[in-house]
């Protein structure tokens, strides 16, 4: 049987209706809406979104959405960084995903070629769906265009900095994104990136919006917060697997940056 599960995490048309929570997912994903009229809520921004509305959310950002109309078509797809790096090698097209300036707008208004990016979806969902020979080279090939499209329709809105981003920046930001659970130490980063610490953090920090260490932490947290959420493991193996040692410490960082226990906000999203 022919396989492209390795393609994307998820690729899927729904139209289900129900309360969509406030929920992270430790991938990245692009939302277009068919029908509808619904309220996204990402991080501190909100946008109304409707047909042609395309939305980029980007990995471990926390996000909900209310439904305004009595119809919510749309297809939908999650990425990991990995399969995001094959797909995407080039940064300016990967930066919609993965750069997230204080501007930055997750709602493209695709209305002026709504037919061609309904098409580009639409293609995508079937390949990924019924695949055939060469699905695998289709679907990358087709994504690829999608972004291209998107690109030149509001290049505006892809966060490309305006001075050259170090290939070292890149490959630290990947290199986090892949092993947050590991013990990794600013030293670490120094020695592996050859980069000294003050300019490893400024030119960090200006391309992701984090230091090196809040961004592994942040990571870090929202990997714990999908799997309180979407799993029934410990709290204990939850610290574990998400790079925390210490189950105290983990809790007391948790209920900092949340407000809440990790029990809590296990027991706050379920309901």
């Not at 692009?30 to 395309?54: D, M, P, Q």
């Not at 995903?97 to 037919?115: Q, T, V, Y």
């Not at 990947?174 to 600013?186: G, K, P, S, V, W």
Request: hydrophobic share 35%; glycine share 4%.
């Amino acid at each position: 049987m022919l396989k492209t599960a390795n393609i994307f995490l998820k690729c899927l048309y729904s139209e289900e209706r129900k309360p969509f929570e406030r929920h992270i997912h430790h991938a990245y994903e692009v939302v277009f809406i068919k029908e509808g009229t619904v309220k996204f809520i990402i991080g501190e921004r909100s946008y109304t979104a409707s047909a042609n509305s395309l939305l980029f959310i980007g990995k471990s950002e926390e996000h909900c959405v209310q439904l305004i109309s009595n119809v919510y078509r749309r297809i939908y797809i999650l990425l990991t960084p990995d399969q995001l790096n094959v797909l995407l090698p080039e940064f300016k097209l990967k930066s919609v995903f993965i750069n997230r300036p204080e501007n930055f707008c997750h709602h493209f208004d695709m209305n002026a070629c709504g037919s061609e990016t309904e098409a580009f979806f639409d293609a995508l969902w079937r390949e990924y769906q019924q695949p055939n020979s060469y699905s695998k080279e289709k679907i990358e090939a087709i994504f690829r265009l999608l972004i291209i499209h998107c690109y030149r329709l509001h290049r505006e809105q892809f966060p490309i900095p305006t001075k050259t981003v170090k290939q070292e920046i890149l490959d630290m930001q990947q290199y986090i994104d892949m092993n947050f659970a590991e013990n990794i130490r600013l030293s670490d980063l120094e020695n592996r990136f050859f980069l000294s610490s003050s300019h490893l953090a400024h030119e960090f920090k200006k391309w992701t919006g984090h230091s090196p260490k809040n961004y592994m932490m942040h990571n870090r947290l929202a990997y714990a917060k999908e799997l309180l959420v979407t799993t029934e493991l410990s709290i204990g193996n939850i610290a574990s697997k998400a790079g925390f040692t210490d189950l105290s410490n983990f809790i007391r960082i948790f209920r900092m940056k949340t407000g809440k226990t990790p029990g809590k906000y296990r027991d706050s999203t379920g309901e």
